[in-house]
């Protein structure tokens, strides 16, 4: 029984004692399709023992797998594979990925099956794994935006390599869905949006205008938002951003290009809800919402669309926009939103042709109370937007008080320019005048033959952090940047002012060891903070960039742990089918091998039935 095939056939046999009625015994609160077609449906979701939940449906009743992959490509992808054989006896396996013909069966089987379920249309798979486990062919389930990767076949032949793939990004690590949250009993709709707006053949296009908010008689709180997209715009539509007006502001009308000719059309810095692409709706804490209707409140707000017209498509027009929904039913507290991060022109630079280089930006909040006007209360922060654009590939915001990190308060170490949404923190963080905000981007440019500079299109960057808080309070946003003077002269660059700075930076042959020594001369250099109010009243102030300290996550061996290995909410189950995962050894499976295990399945049967 030493042959590969056997040693799989084992472990397909051990399955057989499988209750296929089994589910979880709690309803899973996450859900997402992984496809455009709606073939593949996956509900999630995750408990105190770090363990996640997966129950996987899909249009096939052939063979259906699922993973993970590190940046979307098949080798070194994490699977399991499972279905119901036409004779109604059930296999499930843990596998992973060596090319793109080879695929390896794990010497540890860390997915655990709950259900496998088929009706005449449909496979359904219910299954759980610890967030880290002790295999290295396991890729971890982190607070990172994860690539998942779906297939399945027309029968139970498993041919991976030929069977319909799907990929897609998905933040898993959700702790809230809207049903937990209180709906108010009376609630209103009101919309933010541009009216039959024609979308320049451009790359880029920053198109704004003012809109007042809704007209109320008494205080209500807006407690939900969504973007609303024209069809067939979706992937022109980049983000948008809604800004509350001082109600001192002199407004223009129209429709203009927030960053031109005209200066009035960047006014209102102070921003009230966002979105970016492959983001959904959001539904604040029941705490907390945006209040309207005060005097001291907005009564105009300033709506950007960014849209990124790559392929120049004429004659497009779009209606694209916010929507808010509110209600008198009040919140106890108001919100608000801090911009953090790495003020984007014209110091931010990126070096060409490197596979990492980190950016940094400051806010050191030491001014706030007197930039405020009065003393400025905790900020209790819930909820993070984090933005880069294309050669974005993490993001770290870190807190820091007395010269000491207290926490990675939000990260998103494999992110997705192609999703970008608000999340929740699973605990609100509390953050004091005083504290520092570190906000950390990591790009690669290995794309890029010439220097990218931070800017509004798509092809230049940016490095920044929206933190959701309550109660609110007058600072519209806190970023650094650093002495480019400095770098320059660390680059070996002479420069007499920042102007000079910039201009040295073009001067720079750049390489990796120069990019390294660049990185080095940003995080060292002091930074300029530049903190603004609402009534945008500007105040600089100065610091210097910690260093972060992080540990990696302690893995678990699902196969030692088996006492205690149990998702919580679920009734324990046949240990039979538990222990049967140590019986599955590390068997390289080409497909001939696999459809010899299925063709002649039943005989095979009949045989092991005979020999034990």
């Known amino acids: 029984m030493s042959h590969p095939c056997m040693k799989s056939l084992l472990f397909l046999l ?65 699977v399991v594979i499972g279905g119901v054989l036409p004779d109604g006896n059930l296999y499930f396996s843990d596998w992973h990925v060596v090319d793109e013909k080879t695929i390896v069966e794990d010497e540890s089987q860390d997915y655990k099956v709950l259900a496998i379920t088929e009706d005449e249309t449909s496979t359904t798979i219910t299954f759980w794994r610890n967030f880290q486990t002790c295999d290295p062919h396991d890729q971890p389930i982190t607070g990172d935006t994860l690539r998942l990767i779906s297939a399945f076949g027309p029968d139970d032949t498993i041919d991976f390599f030929s069977g319909k793939i799907i990929k897609k990004s998905l933040y898993l690590m959700l702790y809230l869905n809207e049903a937990e949250l209180h709906s108010p009993s009376v609630f209103h709709i009101y919309d933010l949006k541009l009216d039959d707006f024609p979308i320049p053949e451009d790359d880029t296009t920053y198109a704004c205008t003012f809109i007042p908010l809704p007209i109320v008689k008494t205080k209500h709180h807006i407690y939900k938002f969504e973007a609303i997209i024209t069809p067939r715009n979706e992937t022109m539509v980049h983000h948008i951003l809604v800004y509350a007006c001082s109600n001192a502001s002199v407004l223009p009308h129209g429709v203009s290009d927030c960053y031109g000719a005209d200066p009035d059309f960047a006014l209102c810095s102070q921003i009230l809800v966002g979105w970016a692409v492959g983001g959904g709706s959001y539904m604040f804490p029941d705490e907390t919402g945006i209040s309207i209707g005060t005097p001291r409140d907005p009564q105009w707000i300033r709506l950007e669309v960014h849209y990124s017209n790559f392929d120049l498509i004429p004659d497009l027009i779009d209606n694209s926009g916010i929507r808010l929904y509110y209600t008198p039913e009040l919140r106890p507290y108001d919100m608000g939103v801090l911009q953090t991060g790495l003020f984007t022109f014209p110091i931010h630079f990126l070096p060409p042709g490197v596979d990492a280089f980190n950016s940094y930006g400051l806010c050191n909040s030491s001014q706030f109370e007197e930039l405020n006007g009065t003393p400025v209360p905790d900020m209790y922060v819930f909820g993070y937007l984090l933005h880069t654009h294309l050669a974005g590939r993490g993001v770290r915001g870190v807190q820091y008080r007395d010269g000491k990190q207290l926490r990675i308060l939000c990260e998103d170490n494999k992110y997705d320019f192609n999703l970008q949404e608000t999340r929740g923190l699973k605990e609100v963080v509390t953050l004091k005048a005083g504290d520092e905000f570190l906000v950390e981007c990591r790009y690669e440019t290995l794309d890029r033959t010439s220097l990218t500079f931070g800017g509004p299109s798509t092809l230049n960057e940016m490095c920044l952090a929206f933190l959701f808080y309550y109660p609110r309070n007058n600072i519209s946003s806190c970023m650094g940047y650093p002495n480019i003077q400095y770098v320059a002269h660390a680059l070996g660059q002479p420069a007499a002012d920042a102007m000079e700075g910039m201009m040295a930076i073009n001067m720079v042959d750049w390489n990796n060891e120069t990019a390294k020594q660049a990185e080095k001369a940003c995080k060292e250099a002091d930074q300029i903070v530049v903190i603004k109010t609402i009534d945008e009243v500007v105040v600089n102030e100065t610091g ?28 324990k189950f046949q240990a039979a089918v538990t222990s049967s995962s140590t019986l599955s050894t590390k068997a390289v499976l080409p497909f001939p091998a696999l459809l010899f295990i299925h063709l002649g399945f039943p005989w095979l049967l009949t045989f092991f039935l005979r020999v034990l």
């Open 14 to 78: 051990s399955t057989l004692c499988l209750c296929s009625s089994h589910s979880t015994s709690r309803p899973l609160r996450f859900s997402a399709y992984l496809d455009p077609k709606q073939q593949f449906y996956l509900r999630w979701d995750h408990d105190s023992k770090e363990m996640m939940t997966f129950e996987l449906h899909v249009q096939s009743t052939g063979w259906v797998a699922f993973g993970f992959t590190t940046h979307g490509e098949l080798p070194g992808a994490d």
């Open 544 to 571: 210097f960039i910690r260093d972060i300290e992080s540990g990696p996550m302690p893995c678990k061996n699902s196969i030692q742990n088996e006492s205690s290995a149990e998702p919580e909410g679920q009734a």
